[in-house]
């Protein structure tokens, strides 16, 4: 099985601020790798797709970035709404894919 | 409305058995390969079984093979997931998600609220 470790588990930040979230896989799924943010009480929303990709809709304050092993999630200016925590998933071992411990971003 | 709609989670003793349920609607269900994932309270994302648009092809996670079983009617948009032999340890939430596929890469692009599981004596 394909492992995903995300750090850091958690983090504290600041309205406006730049966060950066890592994923890392135990091998190298290239670029399959998707992102997902998840809100308390709710199901995931996809949010980044072949490590890059952002889906429609998604403000361009997310990017991600990577390939082969190591992977990053970047929110360039943290809004309220953003408190959330998000989960990278590989999608190079389909269907039996897997995702990463998550990241809680919470408000300081 | 795309959606999908689990059921069938509650309270139910070790050793025992529960059937979820996910309802589509707004899209041709008949179309699209589907998935069970579940998130233990406080926990991540596990995926736990994959079932092709026919019904023909069905993979499980390593947790639950030989436990459960997933299963589909696509006359009745539904998608199924019957659970024997529950553990403490399947205690969480059910989603069924749908993946979209472009060319080999996949992702899930529509969830369920989920249905909440408690294995409990």
């Known amino acids: 099985d394909i492992q995903m470790t995300q750090s850091p588990s958690s983090l504290s930040a600041s309205v406006g601020d730049r966060v950066t979230i890592t994923c890392r896989a135990s091998?190298?799924?290239?670029?399959?790798l998707n992102w997902y943010q998840q809100k308390p009480g709710k199901a995931p929303e996809f949010l980044i797709y072949?490590?890059?990709s952002l889906q429609s809709g998604v403000p361009s304050r997310f990017s991600g970035s990577g390939s082969g092993t190591d992977f990053t999630l970047t929110i360039s200016s943290l809004q309220p709404e953003d408190y959330a925590t998000y989960y990278c998933?590989?999608?190079?071992?389909?269907?039996?894919?897997?995702f990463g411990g998550g990241t809680k971003v919470e408000i300081k | 409305e795309v959606q999908l709609v689990e059921s069938g989670g509650g309270l139910v003793q070790p050793g025992g058995s529960l059937r979820l349920s996910c309802a589509a609607s707004?899209?041709?269900?008949?179309?699209?390969?589907m998935n069970w994932v579940r998130q233990a309270p406080g926990k991540g994302l596990e995926w736990l079984s994959y079932?092709?648009?026919?019904?023909?092809?069905?993979y499980y996670a390593d947790s639950v093979k030989g436990r459960f079983t997933i299963s589909r009617d696509n006359a009745k948009n539904s998608l199924y997931l019957q659970m024997n032999s529950l553990r403490a340890e399947d205690t969480a939430v059910y989603y069924c998600?749908?993946?979209?596929?472009?060319?080999?890469?996949?992702?899930?692009?529509?969830w369920g609220r989920g249905t909440l599981v408690t294995v409990s004596s």
């Open positions: 998600a749908r993946p979209r596929i472009i060319t080999t890469y996949w992702y899930f692009d529509l």
């Open positions: 707004g899209f041709i269900f008949s179309s699209y390969e």
């Open positions: 079932i092709s648009s026919s019904g023909s092809t069905i």
């Open positions: 091998q190298n799924i290239s670029s399959y």
């Open positions: 072949t490590a890059s």
């Open positions: 998933q590989q999608s190079y071992s389909t269907p039996a894919v897997t």
